[in-house]
């Protein structure tokens, strides 16, 4: 099974924080260990999650009805 990989492009500051923060670590690359994050981010539901619960959007539609944005 061959991975294809693409690059991507950080501000030097930030990789040089990710490199000390995983220096003495199991990630032997910045690019692993952002790897890891992205996925488990991506798992996680990323920004597939919602924005608001149920209960808060049904708030907020009541205070737009209440204002008369919607009816």
């Known amino acids: ?12 500051n930030i990789y040089q924080k990710l490199e000390k923060k995983i220096k003495g670590t199991e990630y032997t690359s910045v690019a692993s260990y952002v790897t890891k994050i992205l996925k488990d981010h991506l798992e996680k539901g990323g920004a597939e999650q919602q924005a608001f619960t149920q209960e808060e959007e049904e708030k907020v539609k009541e205070r737009l009805k209440a204002l008369g944005y919607i009816d």
Do not use: D, L
């Not at 061959?2 to 991507?8: A, D, G, R, Y």
């Open 1 to 12: 099974m061959t991975k294809e990989f693409t690059q991507i492009m950080i501000p030097t």
